[in-house]
Every structure is written in C-alpha cells, then in structure tokens.
C-alpha cells in the first residue's frame, strides 16, 4: 500500500535534478550527495531544473516507490533552500504546501522576427 504522513521525515534535495532519473540514480544522489541512507524509511524530494516535475522516493514494505508528479501548468514554489547543504528537512506540511501551492509561471513573449526589425528602425 501506498503512504506518505506526517510521521515520517523528509528531505529535499537543493539541487536540480534531471527527471530521467530512476531508483538506482536517485538512491545515489541520497547516499553520495545527500549524505543519507535511503533505507532509512525517510522520504527523499527532487525537482527539476524549471520547477515543474517532482520525484519522491521512498523505501516502503516491498520496496523502493516514487511518487512522480508533473504540473500541466504552473511551477512548484519551494521554501527558501541554502543550496550549499546536502539536503533541506523539511515536514508533511511543508510538503502539502510545495504540492498544493502551485504558482502560475510567468511567460516571456518573443517579439516576432517582422516586429524586431520595425522597432530597431
């Protein structure tokens, strides 16, 4: 069965990670990087570069699970992270608020190659 509560701990891992990354690559970034030990039924927390895709890995009864979650629209906003530790604790509400507290990301129009060449005349 599946779980995730408030009674277990939590780390979030400062870094970006690529999401290609499975089990075995992010059990490394725990035991190398984060200077944890993923069998310690601690819950590790990753996302990507652009802060829209987070993966969760947990050892459960069984076995390794992760949690995957990709935002349609939108980007994860995270606490206030010192990028120089190995990880960040963090609890379960913090968590509810980096998944549920989805900010809407902020677009850049391009200017159209015809519309550039106009405004530098």
Not at 20 to 29: A, D, Q, V
Not at 33 to 49: A, C, H, P, T, Y
Not at 55 to 81: M, N, T, W
Request: glycine letters at 6%; aromatic letters at 10%; proline letters at 3%.
């Amino acid at each position: 069965m599946f779980h995730l509560h408030g009674n277990l701990k939590y780390f979030l891992y400062p870094g970006a990670v690529d999401m290609r990354k499975s089990f075995y690559t992010l059990s490394g970034i725990v035991t190398s990087l984060m200077k944890r030990d993923v069998q310690s039924g601690e819950v590790f927390i990753f996302v990507n570069k652009r802060l829209t895709t987070m993966k969760i890995l947990h050892l459960e009864h069984g076995g390794l699970v992760i949690y995957h979650k990709r935002l349609d629209s939108g980007v994860f906003k995270l606490p206030s992270l010192d990028r120089s530790l190995p990880s960040v604790a963090i609890d379960w509400h913090d968590l509810m608020m980096i998944v549920k507290n989805v900010q809407p990301r902020k677009r850049r129009l391009k200017l159209r190659q015809k519309e550039a060449l106009f405004q530098n005349n």
